[in-house]
Each structure stands twice: as C-alpha cells, then as structure tokens.
Antibody, heavy 119, light 108 residues
Framework: QVQLVQSGAEVKKPGASVKVSCKAS????????LYWLRQAPGQRPECMGW????????KYSQKFQGRVTITRDTSANTAYMELHSVKYEDTAVYYC????????????WGQGTTVTVSS | SYVLTQPPSVSVAPGRTARMTCGGD??????VHWYQQRPGQAPVLAIY???DRPSGIPERFSGSNSGNTATLTISRVEAGDEADYYC???????????FGGGTSLTVL
C-alpha cells in the first residue's frame, strides 16, 4: 500500500535551517508529484511547494519562495524539504503528500513532522 | 486571492445527517476536495472531485458542488466521524492551493 514516512521531530533556533525527509513506497514514484504542506497549531493546512519526482521540476508557493528548497533522491525514493532562516512563526507540523490523479489534491499524506522554533 | 469559507463548527446527534458547507465565488466551476483530520493525525482525503469517494471511505460520505457552495454530507453519523473537515480547491488564476478554515464536527 502507499506509504509516506517522514523524519522525526526537530527543534531549531531562529535563523537556522531545518530539513525534513519523506520516504515513499508502495507505488511508482515517478508517476506522481509530491507536495509539502504545513499546519500551524489551530490553523488550516497551507501549501509550500511541489516537486515532480520523475523530472525534478519544482514549484514553490509565493509565500515561501526564496526560503524553501524541495529536492528528491530517486534512488532512495525520498523527497526533502528544507526551510531556511526559520522564525518562531514557522513552528508547525510539516507534511508531505502525494498528488492525486489528474488534479491538484492530496490522496496520501505522511504522518507529519513537528518543527519547533525556540531559542 | 480565492477565499473558501467554512462554518467553524457543526454539531449532530449520532445516527443523524451532518452537512458541512464550503463557500466560494462560483465554486461550482471548480473541483472541490474534502479532508477529514482527527486530533493529532494527518488529514485524510474523504471526497475528491466534488463527489468521488476514495477507497476506504464509507458510503455514508458524499459531496456536492453548485453555484457558490460545496457541501460535504455525512449520513448516519457515528462517534468516530468527530473530526475537523477541510475543503480545498486549486485556484487557476494564481496557481495556488487554497484550503478553507475548517469545520469542527461534534457528535453529541
């Protein structure tokens, strides 16, 4: 079955970078895009960006442009999201999610990675 | 930017029908997707393309979309349906993914 397994919780100081991984299994990775989203406490999810696992093409949401880098390692079936210059307001649960067939929705989600920014 | 509006909360007795709305300008022209999120868990796709159900989602879950309102309907509500429900669309004008603010479903 489709599984997305993310790396563990992180605690970072303001100004640092954080990198979260998402290992995929149970499907042909190159056929689907992978999105990164985050959800601050009590808030709605928000999209950070997308990567085509097959081609490596990337697209970032305007809010995060210049501060986020999404990459993938096809040999390891893993995608990565790195957020730079973190601020207190970046404290959130970060999710990877698989793009559904023929449209922008998310049919499978990772379990989430809690990132806490604290001095 | 495109805005989706959801009521913050809906309450329903077990066995009754819950209806949760998602309002947006001409949302009937867009594809709406719904997610269920139980406390402390990742969201789960509940309805996609307005009314399709992924495998594993009970037939009690259905969706509709017309005019300025999309609706998620849960029939014969059970205690296990208690969760936050988010609607989501893709805004082609801005190439952005948009989520509603979410509705917290309480089963009385």
């Amino acid at each position: 079955q489709v599984q997305l397994v993310q790396s563990g919780a992180e605690v970072k100081k303001p100004g640092a970078s954080v990198k979260v991984s998402c290992k995929a299994s149970g499907y042909t990775l190159s056929r689907y895009g992978l999105y990164w989203l985050r959800q601050a406490p009590g808030q709605r999810p928000e999209c950070m960006g997308w990567i085509s696992v097959g081609t490596g093409k990337r697209k970032y949401s305007q809010k995060f442009q210049g501060r986020v880098t999404i990459t993938r390692d096809t040999s390891a079936n893993t995608a990565y999201m790195e957020l730079h210059s973190v601020k207190y307001e970046d404290t959130a649960v970060y999710y990877c999610a698989r793009e559904g067939d023929a449209g922008i929705h998310f049919d499978h989600w990772g379990q989430g990675t809690t990132v806490t920014v604290s001095s | 930017s495109y805005v989706l509006t959801q009521p913050p909360s809906v309450s329903v007795a077990p066995g009754r029908t819950a209806r949760m709305t998602c309002g947006g300008d001409n949302i009937g022209r867009k594809s709406v997707h719904w997610y269920q999120q139980r406390p402390g868990q990742a969201p789960v796709l509940a309805i996609y393309y307005n009314s399709d159900r992924p495998s594993g989602i009970p037939e009690r879950f259905s969706g509709s979309n017309s005019g300025n309102t999309a609706t998620l309907t849960i029939s014969r509500v059970e205690a296990g349906d208690e969760a936050d429900y988010y609607c989501q669309v893709w805004d082609s004008d801005t190439d952005d993914v948009v989520f509603g603010g979410g509705t917290s479903l309480t089963v009385l």
